[in-house]
T-cell receptor
Framework: GDSVTQMEGPVTLSEEAFLTINCTYT??????LFWYVQYPGEGLQLLLKATKADDKGSNKGFEATYRKETTSFHLEKGSVQVSDSAVYFC?????????FGQGTRLTINP | GAVVSQHPSRVICKSGTSVKIECRSL??????MFWYRQFPKQSLMLMAT?????????EQGVEKDKFLINHASLTLSTLTVTSAHPEDSSFYICSASAGDHNSPLHFGNGTRLTVT
């Protein structure tokens, strides 16, 4: 079945560091891919998405490119801030439902 | 933007009692609502999918008689945890969609259930 694998956390970085959170997927067909962010005590918020191969989703300085050849959708940000501290989930849409990765906890120190 | 309101945010109940969690779409009609369960430091596990006016579709391993889902209108879905036990303690999150699988899901802020 469809599945999503994220790099294990937790990830701790200093402010202004470069961020990469790896995400790879297995799916039949051509799913849409998403990154969601969960701040402490809150539900999930859509961060960005890509609906077809080579699409790049971007929002709030975060980017991810849909790579069909490597079945990946890695999340990147050039300069992280303390306010980016959260749990990040990679997800794909398959069979009319979302399949989530296990989440990566990110902590940014000032 | 679209908002999904989930209530209550926290609830503590005694073992054997039932708890109802509400999920409302505030500014759009949600044709489909999803209920997830999240264990500490783990990902979201889809429990069931509900479409307005029809029975919910439960994922494998989820007891439909224990987790009752009602989607009576295009703006409201409820999850009732019946005869709750301590192992039901978890973070429950609902989400709603107004369209097909390419439409973004809008999530509620979740409900922390603690069963004593």
């Amino acid at each position: 079945g469809d599945s999503v694998t994220q790099m294990e956390g937790p990830v701790t970085l200093s402010e202004e560091a470069f961020l990469t959170i790896n995400c790879t997927y297995t799916a039949t067909g051509y799913p849409s891919l998403f990154w969601y962010v969960q701040y402490p005590g809150e539900g999930l918020q859509l961060l960005l998405k890509a609906t077809k191969a080579d699409d790049k989703g971007s929002n709030k300085g975060f980017e991810a490119t849909y790579r069909k050849e490597t079945t990946s959708f890695h999340l990147e940000k050039g300069s992280v801030q303390v306010s980016d501290s959260a749990v990040y989930f990679c997800a794909l849409s398959g069979a009319q439902k979302l399949v989530f990765g296990q989440g990566t906890r990110l902590t940014i120190n000032p | 933007g679209a908002v999904v309101s989930q209530h209550p945010s926290r609830v503590i109940c005694k073992s054997g009692t039932s708890v109802k969690i509400e999920c409302r779409s505030l500014d759009f009609q949600a044709t489909t609502m999803f209920w997830y369960r999240q264990f500490p430091k783990q990902s979201l596990m889809l429990m069931a999918t509900s479409n307005e006016g029809s029975k919910a579709t439960y994922e494998q391993g989820v007891e439909k008689d224990k987790f009752l889902i009602n989607h009576a209108s295009l703006t409201l879905s409820t999850l009732t945890v019946t005869s709750a036990h301590p192992e039901d303690s978890s973070f429950y999150i609902c989400s709603a969609s107004a369209g097909d699988h390419n439409s973004p899901l809008h999530f509620g802020n979740g409900t922390r259930l603690t069963v004593t």
